[in-house]
């Protein structure tokens, strides 16, 4: 829905901040749609104790009071479930807000960050919107992460933030150990390794964290954990890092209910892995019915797979997945990843509804480019 804009005459209105102008948004677009496979969030909901264990708890929140300031339980319940302590971990309002909290400490005028494209939109996004300049860094042609580049722009830039995405959005590829820990020690700043899909990785930068080197791991409960509406997201780091953060946060920025949430997630482990299980044996089924339909598409270690239709028109094959009800989401106009689509996992009914519409769409003649692009 679209929201009315009042009707304040244009001088009337102070300026923008003039980088911000310049500025493209970054929005999946919510469009309706029967079958959504466009942001990577889990098809199953939480688990039903989950929901009732929250509404236990909601019940005894003393709502007329500012929730625990530090969140040490979560904080605490996120540890114990990597293995750190407390004071390594650090919670915010979703992974994004995390990044953003991560920029305000560490970027900023005169900072840079570096991203190595295509991955993640907004490693380059929140670092703009918080004054940090971006350099961008480019994949090898199979879109994996190259040192000899890395090398490059670390020497030419000196980033202050380096960002890595294992698995990599929207590519789904990881990054092996060696070259995170090799680009840990080229780095003269922090490196961010983002792990929202973590948990469908064969191993995790976690074992990297260590108070002696400026690596952060950011982790959300977006995906995996069924916990999308929630927004909480974490990063676990060095415990001196994690304390310099609270100079670029809000006061009782998480909510109690969030708060409450995200620890009580936590009891539900093997709940999770179940869920995880079911759509790795889900995205086999997927990625073998584009290799049927003769679909170029990437190897996938995460909860969605990019493709590139073989018309080479994305934007039009995705406009005909709309028409039948399916949303994907539109990479096609992405540097390196032209005329390419990334769906998400979905539960087996979304994924059948998936393939019979693209098997349709790619039999029919597709409509020409005059209509606006999302
Ligand atoms: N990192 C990556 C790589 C993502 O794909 C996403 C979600 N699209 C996020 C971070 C942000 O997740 P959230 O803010 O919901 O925790």
Known sequence: MALAVSAVAPQRRPPLRADLATLAGYHSPQVDATVRLNTNESPFP???RWVEALAAEVASIPWHRYPDRHAL????????????????VY????????????????????????VFEPTYRLHSHIPSITGTGVVVGRRTPALALDLDEVRDVMSAAAPALTFLC?????????DDPGLVAEVARLSEGLVVVDEAYGQFSRWS???????????????????????????????????????ELEAVTLPYHLDALTQVAGR???DFEPEMR???GAVVGERARLVAALAALAVEHWPSEANFV??????????AVWRGLLERGVLVRDCSSWPGLEGCLRVTVGTPAEDDAFVAALAEVLDTPLPGPEAPRP
């Open 46 to 48: 939480p688990p039903s």
């Open 73 to 88: 339980a979560l904080r605490r319940a996120i540890g114990d479930h990597h293995g750190f302590g407390p004071e390594q």
């Open 91 to 114: 919670a915010a309002n979703g992974s994004n807000e995390v990044i953003q909290a991560l920029c305000l400490a560490y970027g900023g005028p005169g900072r840079q960050v570096a």
């Open 166 to 174: 294992s698995p990599n959005n929207p590519t789904g590829m990881i």
């Open 205 to 243: 930068a976690l074992e990297l964290v260590d108070d002696d080197r400026p690596l952060v791991v950011t982790r959300t409960l977006s995906k995996t954990w069924s916990m999308a509406a929630a927004r909480l997201g974490y990063l676990v780091g060095p415990a001196w890092l994690v304390a």
């Open 264 to 266: 009580l997630a936590f």
């Open 274 to 276: 179940a869920r995880v």
């Open 306 to 315: 990019l493709f590139r239709p073989r018309h080479g028109d994305g934007l």
